[in-house]
C-alpha cells in the first residue's frame, strides 16, 4: 500500500477523470459515460463547484491519478471515484472533503455510492449513514429500437418471435416481431406471419424483464405473459433470457442533473 | 370549447419566462445560473426536447429532457432521454398540463425515439403520474444514498416558521407542550426539541447536550425519514423499533407525551433537512 496525495484540478485532468470513473464503474449500467466534456459540464462547471472543491488523489511518486472527488458549495459530493486501493483512496477523498466543507456552513454532505461493500463501510466508518435515495425508471419510446440494440453480440437462434403488448404508453409500437435467421437479426414493427411463437406481455412486465427487474416465470404464472402456442413457452423465455440486462445499474449525484 | 392552454416546442425569446416559471417552482435552487447550466450549456442541450404550455402568450408549463448516451450494461450504450424538470404555473395545476407536456414531447420528435427514456423520481411519485402516461418501471438499480448531517439549520428554519403559524393561530392542532426531547441521531449533531405552549425550542450540539431531555431518541438518519412519512402513520416508527434501528429512553408517562405530540414532529421534520 502506497502514500497518497491530494492535489487541486489541473487543466486537462477531465480525459483522466472520465477514464478512470468508466474503468471503475465498467461492471455497472445505468449512468452516462463519462467523456472529457461530459464531465467538465457534469462536475466542473457546475454552478455550485469551484475548483477548490475538485480533489484528485495520486499516489506519492507516481503521476496516475487514482481517485477523485467533486464537492459542491451546497453539500453534494457530486462525483466520488476510487479506482485503486478502495479502502485507503476513499478514506484520504472524505477526509479531504470534510476539511472542505467545514468552512463552508452548509447543513449535510450527500452521496450515491454503488451498493459495494467496502464504500459503503468507508462512507460509515467516516460518519455517513444511509437513507432513501430517489429511485430510477425506464421506459421506450421505441421497442423496436431497444431490441435491436439488445439482440446485437447475442447468441441467438434461428427464431421468430411475434410480441403484442398490453397497456402501451402513447407513441410505442404495439406489435413488434424479431426474425433470426443465419446469424442476422431483424426486428420489425407488425405481426410476421411466418413466426413460430406470439408472445402477448403487459408492456410493464415486458419491460422489466428486459430490464432485469422482474422473473418470466412470475409474469407466466399471474398472466401478465402469455405464450401461444403454449408449448413454446422455452422458446419465448429463452429468447428473453438472452436479451434480457444483467448488470446492475448505478448513477452518480452529478448524472441526476 | 376551445383548448385551455396550448403545447409547442421552445423557441428563441421563451428563455426569461422560462427561468421564471422554474424559479417559482424550485426557489430553493433553481436560480438563473442553474437552468442555463443545466439546458443551454449542457453539451446534449436539444431544445426541441424542452416543450412549452402557453395560455394566451404566457408559459404556464414546461417540460426539459435531456438526451444523452445511456450506458446500460457493461459493453452496451444507447441513444437516452433523460425526463429532467417539470414545472407547472400554481394557478393551472390539477388541469392535466403535465400529462398534456408529457404526451407532446413523445409525439413532437418522431425522429428522436429514443431506444430508453429515464426519470429519477420518487417511487409513490413515479407509480401515481410517470408510469400510468409512459410505462415506465423500476430501473435495476442498486444505487445508495449516505448523508452526513453537519448541521440542523433547516430544522431550526423548519421550526422557525412552525413556532409563527402557532403565534398566529394557524396551526391545525394546538400545542399540548411539557416535552422536551434529546435526538441522538448517528452521523449528525445531538437536537433537542423542546415543546411548550407557546412554540418550540431548538437547540442543537452542544447546547443540546447541556439540557435535560425528558425523552431520548436514538437511531440513525433512516429513523428521520421514518418521521417524515407522515401518510404511513406510526408504522415506520414501530418496525423501526422493532427492528432494533430505534431507541427510546425515558419515564412511560413521557413517552406518551411525545405519542401525543408526534404531529409537531412530523411538521418540523417533514421538510428538506438536509
Known amino acids: 500500500m502506497g502514500q497518497y496525495y ?73 462525483e466520488f471515484c476510487a479506482g485503486c486501493d478502495e479502502e485507503v483512496v476513499s478514506s484520504v477523498l472524505l477526509k479531504e472533503i470534510a476539511r472542505y466543507v467545514d468552512g463552508l456552513g452548509i447543513s449535510s454532505m450527500n452521496i450515491n455510492v454503488p451498493d459495494d461493500e467496502v464504500l459503503c463501510r468507508v462512507l460509515v466508518r467516516e460518519g455517513f449513514s444511509r437513507v432513501p435515495a430517489e429511485r430510477m425508471f425506464v421506459s421506450t419510446m421505441s421497442v423496436v429500437n431497444l431490441l435491436s440494440k439488445l439482440v446485437v453480440d447475442r447468441k441467438l437462434d434461428s427464431e421468430e418471435v411475434n410480441f403484442v ?78 436479451v434480457r440486462l444483467q448488470n446492475v445499474w448505478y448513477w452518480p449525484l452529478s448524472d441526476f442533473g | ?73 457493461s459493453a452496451r450504450e444507447v441513444g437516452a432521454g433523460l425526463g429532467a424538470d ?86 391545525k392542532e394546538s400545542l399540548g407542550g411539557g416535552v422536551s426531547v434529546l435526538f441522538r441521531v448517528a452521523s449528525a449533531p445531538p437536537l433537542f426539541l423542546g415543546i411548550r405552549k407557546g412554540g418550540v425550542d431548538v437547540y442543537e450540539k452542544e447546547a443540546a447536550l447541556e439540557r435535560r431531555a425528558d425523552v431520548t431518541i436514538i437511531g440513525d438518519a433512516t429513523t428521520l425519514s421514518s418521521l417524515k412519512e407522515g401518510g404511513s402513520g406510526m408504522w415506520p416508527m414501530v418496525k423501526a423499533l422493532l427492528a432494533g434501528r430505534l431507541k427510546l429512553r425515558g419515564k412511560p408517562w413521557k413517552l406518551w407525551s411525545v405519542y401525543r405530540n408526534f404531529w409537531v414532529f412530523r411538521e418540523v421534520f417533514g421538510g428538506k433537512i438536509t
Request: proline share 5%; glycine share 8%.
Open chain 2, 1 to 73: 370549447m376551445s383548448e385551455p392552454y396550448s403545447c409547442r416546442p421552445f423557441r428563441n425569446g421563451d428563455e426569461e419566462q422560462v427561468q421564471e416559471l422554474m424559479k417559482t417552482i424550485f426557489s430553493r435552487f433553481m436560480g438563473g445560473d442553474y437552468w442555463s447550466w443545466k439546458y443551454p450549456l449542457n453539451p446534449g442541450f436539444d431544445p426541441s426536447l424542452v416543450v412549452v404550455a402557453e395560455k394566451d402568450g404566457r408559459i404556464i408549463g414546461c417540460n426539459h429532457w435531456l438526451r444523452r448516451r445511456l450506458k446500460i450494461d
Open chain 2, 86 to 171: 417539470v414545472a407547472v404555473a400554481p394557478d393551472f395545476r390539477s388541469m392535466g398540463v403535465g400529462k398534456a407536456l408529457l404526451k407532446f414531447v413523445r409525439t413532437a420528435n418522431p425522429s428522436k425515439r429514443f431506444e430508453v427514456m429515464y426519470i429519477f423520481a420518487d417511487p409513490e411519485l413515479a407509480k401515481r403520474f410517470h408510469s400510468p402516461v409512459a410505462g415506465y418501471v423500476p430501473a435495476p438499480d442498486r444505487t445508495v444514498a449516505f448523508t452526513k448531517i453537519l448541521s440542523w439549520v433547516k430544522v431550526r428554519e423548519s421550526v422557525s416558521s412552525f413556532n409563527k403559524k402557532i403565534s398566529e393561530g394557524s396551526g
Open chain 1, 6 to 78: 491530494v492535489r487541486p484540478y489541473r487543466d486537462g485532468d477531465e480525459e483522466e477523470a472520465a477514464r478512470l470513473f468508466n474503468q471503475r464503474y465498467l461492471a455497472y449500467g445505468g449512468f452516462v459515460p463519462r467523456t472529457g466534456e461530459y464531465w467538465l459540464w457534469s462536475c466542473l462547471h457546475r454552478p455550485d463547484v469551484s475548483r477548490e472543491g475538485v480533489f484528485f488523489v495520486s499516489e506519492e511518486g507516481a503521476q496516475n491519478v487514482c481517485g477523485y472527488a467533486v464537492v459542491g458549495t451546497t453539500g453534494e459530493i457530486w
Open chain 1, 165 to 242: 403488448f398490453d397497456h402501451v404508453p402513447f407513441g410505442v409500437e404495439r406489435i413488434v416481431s424479431v426474425k433470426v435467421h443465419d446469424g442476422a437479426v431483424s426486428v420489425a414493427e407488425g405481426l410476421s406471419k411466418s413466426a413460430d411463437v406470439t408472445v402477448r406481455v403487459e408492456f410493464a412486465s415486458f419491460l422489466s424483464i428486459l430490464f432485469g427487474t422482474a422473473g418470466m416465470r412470475r409474469e407466466l404464472i399471474r398472466r401478465r405473459m402469455r405464450v401461444k402456442p403454449f408449448w413454446k413457452i422455452s422458446e419465448a423465455t429463452g429468447f428473453l433470457r438472452k
